[in-house]
């Protein structure tokens, strides 16, 4: 069946540098990704999205990456802030949204 | 900024009890979902419904469950009997029928 996963559950970075979240997702079929970001107690917030004919695209200090062959898709965060600390999610659009399991970004002083 | 509301933010229930879970969708929207996320895991999705009906459910949504827009504005999610198991954040999201951006803060459903 298809699922989508993350290959990091935890990722810790020092204020400044970039940050890259991983996710890998088996449904070859699937044409939209979308990331959130979801702050504690919160609902997940929509970051970025990419279409499957696309292999990047880029946002305000985000970037989303698409690799179709290995099915793979990568949120970079440039300059990493304490704000940015939460838990990412990304997810796969077919008839509904499939997400994956999360990745917890801390963000370190 | 549009938002979608939910209420209540947290709801505490015995075992056995019926609740609704409310949600005001964006005004302009004509897609609306349930997802829930068990503490720690991740957000699974429930249902989906537009133009009355449910357009898509998942296994989770099972005869426990049902859905409602009552008056053109609410969009509720009722569980009848519910059980221990079902304890989980439960998140209402709404679109035009593009991207899923946006969701409501949820509704902690704590069953005892």
């Known amino acids: 069946g298809e699922s989508v996963g993350l290959h990091l559950p935890t990722l810790s970075v020092q204020e400044g540098d970039n940050s890259i979240i991983n996710c890998a997702y088996s449904?070859?079929?699937?044409?939209?990704f979308i990331w959130y970001k979801q702050e504690s107690g919160k609902g997940p917030q929509f970051i970025i999205d990419?279409?499957?004919?696309?292999d990047k695209r880029q946002g305000q200090r985000v970037t989303v990456l698409l690799n179709k062959t290995v099915k793979h898709l990568s949120l970079q965060i440039a300059a990493t802030q304490p704000g940015d600390s939460a838990v990412y999610f990304c997810?796969?659009?077919?008839?509904?949204?499939?997400f994956g399991p999360g990745t917890r970004l801390s963000v370190l002083p | 900024e549009p938002e979608v509301t939910q209420t209540p933010s947290h709801q505490v229930t015995q075992m056995g009890q019926e609740v609704i879970l409310r949600c005001v969708p964006i005004?302009?929207?004509?897609?609306f979902y349930w997802y829930r996320q068990i503490l720690g895991q991740k957000v699974e999705f429930l249902v989906s419904?537009?133009?009355?009906?449910?357009?898509?459910k998942s296994e989770i949504f099972d005869d426990q469950f049902s859905v409602e827009r009552p008056d053109g504005s609410n969009f509720t999610l009722k569980i009848r009997s519910t059980k221990l198991e079902d304890s989980a954040m439960y998140f209402c999201?709404?679109?035009?029928?593009?991207?899923?951006?946006?969701f409501g803060q949820g509704t902690r459903l704590t069953v005892v």
């Open positions: 997810a796969e659009s077919g008839q509904n949204f499939v």
């Open positions: 449904n070859s079929a699937s044409d939209y």
């Open positions: 990419i279409r499957s004919n696309m």
């Open positions: 999201a709404s679109t035009t029928g593009g991207v899923l951006a946006f």
């Open positions: 419904f537009y133009n009355n009906e449910i357009s898509e």
């Open positions: 005004s302009n929207h004509l897609y």
